[in-house]
Each structure stands twice: as structure tokens, then as C-alpha cells.
């Protein structure tokens, strides 16, 4: 088969991480005979940098040529007064819609490593496994009318649309009863359906689709309750589905649950399968150039693509066995250190992970 992987490094820690996880994906290429051919592109600050425009067409025509992307973050202060449609941060949401990339998968693990790392009581968290199920291409993030205007009294508005249609709603509560029925058969929609129409509507298809999954539990909670919940008592959720606001929160949360958002993957996926795999975290763009990044999350997020992508599940496993392997013999990078474990910078972390995959 076809292995393509299309790299956008980006901006801040980007190139950095993507430096480790690349050196991790050349051990498991030639390990498990992948042939996997990598391509590079440019998106956010550097692509606006160097083109004047933060989502260039020629990424875009190679992400479409390629069977998974890797991404690793984008943005930063130095784009701050580039004007709004110009902002990074638009190039990375563009791209995702342009490939219909409607499904982000987010999951909260914690590694029992790093029980200690977590500023919720061990008991609370051990054992943590949950999935975040977030809408990635819809609701207040795209709708439209958007703007900011001025009032006939002179004054400025800024105002944004939430909606869903049927066939948003439909399609990513099919992904998420897919995912619950893989993993424990609870499924939690989240909304705000007590005040917001979209999400009354969203609650009614969810509802409608739930007899199609027998096997799948489903409940529903409002966000500022779910919000509560997760801090609370996390280990009551499996699978939680919800709209790209909400979910863009909530899996913030729900990460650090876990001690470090530097530790968790994801995979934004469209109707085939096609996915782009990135770190939940951000470019940190005030650690970035020091070798002070986690690159654990995007080289468990190449882990993940390996998995649902690039049909190589052997190499997942060895991939996350390895990061497991390295969280053992007791290194960290800052965000995850505690007393009486060791401290590395980034590239001799991704060097752990590389040799634990040779041995
Ligand atoms: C994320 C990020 C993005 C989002 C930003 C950078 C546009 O926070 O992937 O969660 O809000 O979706
Ligand atoms: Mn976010």
C-alpha cells in the first residue's frame, strides 16, 4: 500500500518536536519495512513568512496527495498584528476544513509513570482512559454570518453564528458511537441544549441515532456541568462527543487532567479515513529554540497515524511500548518531572524513544 505522510513542523516548538518524532518514525520505517515516503510542508507563521498567506495551496495539494499528515503546531506572538485573516491560527482552521477533517479524536490518558504529574489526587485519575470526541470543522468556529460591525451609534459589535446541520451532527455521532462501541460502550454527548438551539437539535440526532448502537450507553450533560465533572470525577466518562467550542475546551481540561498536555496525541480524521495527527498542545512559543518540549504527544500522535492511517498497527504498538519504556527508566522533560526522576531536554528524550525501539 501507498504510505505517504505529508510533515508540516510549523512554528515555536514545532520543528523541534518534529525533528524527535521523525528520527522515532525512521527507526519503525525501516524496522517494520513500512516504505513510508515523507513530504514537507509549510503552514501557519512559517508558510506566512515565507508566502505571504498562512495556508498556501501547495499544502494543501499535498496534504491531498498524501495518505496522513503530522502536524505539529503553529503560531505565535510575532503574528500577533497580522490582521485576522491572516492569523496562523486561520491557516490551520482552513486547512482542516478544506479537508473535511470533521472528527478530532482526543484522547485523556494517564500513564501510571506519571500519576504524580497530575494536580488532581492519584485516586481520582489513576487509571484514566477517556476519549474526547470533538467536532472539528462546524458550529461557532465557522459559522456564518461573523464579523465585527459598526452600529448606527457609532459603537463596534463582534459576533459569531453557532449552528449545526443534520448532516454534521450525524456524522460525527457516528464516529463517536463507533469509538464507544471499540472502547466501553458509554458515550456522553455534551451541549447547551437548556439554552442553545443548535445543541437542542444536536441532543434530538443523537437521541435518533442511539437504537442504530444497542450496544453503546448514551447520556447527555450540559457543557458547564461536563466542565465540572471532568475535574470532579473524570473516570465516569468513556466517549464524549461534542461541538468544536465546547470540545476545544473540554479537551484542554481533560489533557491536563493527566499532569501534561505534553504527553497527549490526536487525530483529526475525515469521512475515509484520512487523518491529520498532531499534539493537543501548542507551539509554546516561550519555550521554543531552549530544547525544553515534550515531543512525547506528536510522537504518540505518529503512533496514532500509524495505527488509524497508515494500516502499520504493529509499529503503533511498538511506538507507545517504547514511550512506556522510556517514562520507566525514569526520564522527563520539565512538564512532566517530579523528584527522583531524571530531566532531558527534547532531543535526548526523542533519542530514548529511538533506541527503546532498537532494542
Ligand atoms: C486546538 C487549538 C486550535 C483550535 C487553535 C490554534 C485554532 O486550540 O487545536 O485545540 O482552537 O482548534
Ligand atoms: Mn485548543
Request: proline residues 4%.
Amino acid at each position: 500500500m501507498s504510505r505517504k505522510v505529508l510533515v508540516i513542523s510549523g512554528d515555536g516548538i514545532g520543528p523541534e518536536i518534529t525533528t524527535e518524532t521523525r528520527k522515532v518514525l525512521d527507526v519503525v520505517n525501516a524496522r517494520f519495512d513500512l516504505g513510508i515516503e515523507f513530504d514537507e510542508a509549510l503552514l501557519g507563521g512559517a508558510a506566512l513568512d515565507a508566502t505571504g498567506i498562512p495556508m498556501p495551496d501547495e499544502t494543501l495539494s499535498k496534504a491531498q496527495d498524501s495518505d496522513a499528515i503530522l502536524f505539529a503546531a503553529i503560531g505565535g506572538p510575532k503574528w500577533d498584528d497580522v490582521g485576522r485573516d491572516l492569523r496562523p491560527e486561520k491557516g490551520l482552521l482552513q486547512f482542516r476544513s478544506a479537508l473535511e477533517l470533521f472528527g478530532n479524536l482526543r484522547p485523556a490518558i494517564l500513564y501510571p509513570q506519571l500519576a504524580d504529574a497530575s494536580s488532581l489526587k492519584p485516586e481520582v485519575v489513576s487509571g484514566l482512559d477517556i476519549l474526547i470526541v470533538r467536532e472539528l470543522t462546524g458550529g461557532i468556529y465557522f459559522g456564518e454570518p461573523r464579523g465585527i460591525r459598526t452600529l448606527e451609534n457609532g459603537e463596534r459589535e463582534g459576533y459569531n453564528t453557532y449552528k449545526y446541520n443534520e448532516t454534521e451532527i450525524r456524522r460525527i455521532g457516528a464516529m463517536a458511537f463507533e469509538a464507544a462501541q471499540k472502547r466501553g460502550g458509554k458515550l456522553c454527548s455534551v451541549d447547551k441544549s437548556n439554552v442553545l438551539e443548535a445543541t437542542i437539535l444536536w441532543r434530538e440526532i443523537m437521541e435518533q441515532m442511539a437504537p442504530d448502537y444497542p450496544d453503546v450507553e448514551l447520556s447527555h450533560m450540559y457543557v458547564d456541568n461536563a466542565a465540572m465533572q471532568l475535574v470532579r470525577a473524570p473516570k465516569q466518562f468513556d466517549v464524549v462527543v461534542t461541538g468544536n467550542m465546547f470540545g476545544d475546551i473540554l479537551s484542554d481540561a481533560a489533557a491536563m487532567l493527566t499532569g501534561s498536555i505534553g504527553m497527549l496525541p490526536s487525530a483529526a480524521l475525515d469521512k475515509n479515513g484520512r487523518g491529520m495527527y498532531e499534539p493537543c498542545h501548542g507551539s509554546a512559543p516561550d519555550i521554543a529554540g531552549e530544547g525544553k518540549a515534550n515531543p512525547l504527544a506528536m510522537i504518540l500522535s505518529a503512533a496514532m497515524m500509524l495505527r488509524y492511517s497508515l494500516d502499520a498497527v504493529a509499529a503503533a504498538d511498538a511506538v507507545e511500548k517504547a514511550v512506556g519504556d522510556v517514562l520507566d527508566q525514569g526520564l522527563r522533560t520539565g512538564d512532566i518531572y517530579s523528584e527522583g526522576t531524571q530531566l532531558v531536554n527534547t532531543s535526548a528524550m526523542g533519542d530514548a524513544v529511538a533506541a527503546a525501539l532498537q532494542a
